[in-house]
């Protein structure tokens, strides 16, 4: 079984059971997680991605063309924090997830932001049924990354518990700076 954190977050999106349901990938990137999201939601459900870059949401877009899913998946070149707007009215979402930092093989300076990544955090919050989970994973090894993952994490510690279960990960022996995970569940 992998302890890495990308695993953790699948695993825990997984357990949600999303057959038929909506859920939103925040950091499209590359499209791997949209990609699971959308065989997870099967041909029935769907999928909204957003990214800010253009090379993502073109690698994205191709993934899920080559995987043949890409009519149930819609994508949006544009910051996560704009979803509330974005997002049709009354979209409930089964999860979401957020991998922070910036794009593998991309440019290194463009990364999430904290005020951005709190906002569309949120926002997917607001949107999440009863039970359904958000995951975040974070990265504190990049400019910038470190002050983005203590504001995330501080948003995460203030979550009222009669709203969600928040739980947090980190592997102890991995190479530091480790990625954490954070996962939360709606009451
Ligand atoms: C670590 S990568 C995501 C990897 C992706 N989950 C995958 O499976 O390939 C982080 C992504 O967040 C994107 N990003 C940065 N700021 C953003 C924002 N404000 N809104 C949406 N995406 C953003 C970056 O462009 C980058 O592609």
């Known amino acids: 079984m992998s302890l890495h954190v990308l695993d953790l977050a699948r695993g825990f999106v997984r357990g949600a059971g999303l057959l038929g349901s909506v859920a939103l990938d925040g950091t499209a990137g590359n499209g791997h997680d949209t990609l699971f999201l959308a065989r997870l939601v099967g041909s029935g459900g769907h999928v909204y991605g957003f990214d800010i870059q253009g090379q993502a949401i073109g690698a994205t877009s191709g993934r899920l063309e080559e995987a043949g899913v890409s009519e149930r998946v819609t994508l949006f070149q544009e910051d996560h924090a704009r979803l ?72 995460a510690r203030a979550l009222a518990r009669e709203v969600a279960e928040v739980g947090w990960y980190q592997r102890w022996n991995a190479r530091t700076p480790a990625p954490s995970l954070i996962v939360i569940s709606k009451r």
Not at 115 to 141: F, K, P
């Open 84 to 155: 509330r707007e974005l997002l049709p009215l009354g979209t409930t979402l089964r999860a979401a997830m957020f991998n922070l930092g910036y794009l593998p093989h991309g440019d290194k300076g463009i990364i999430t932001s904290t005020t951005s990544t709190v906002a569309a955090l949120e926002g997917a919050l607001e949107r999440l049924e009863s039970s359904g989970v958000v995951t975040v994973v974070l990265y504190s090894g990049h400019p910038g990354g470190q002050e983005e993952s203590n504001a995330v994490l501080e948003w």
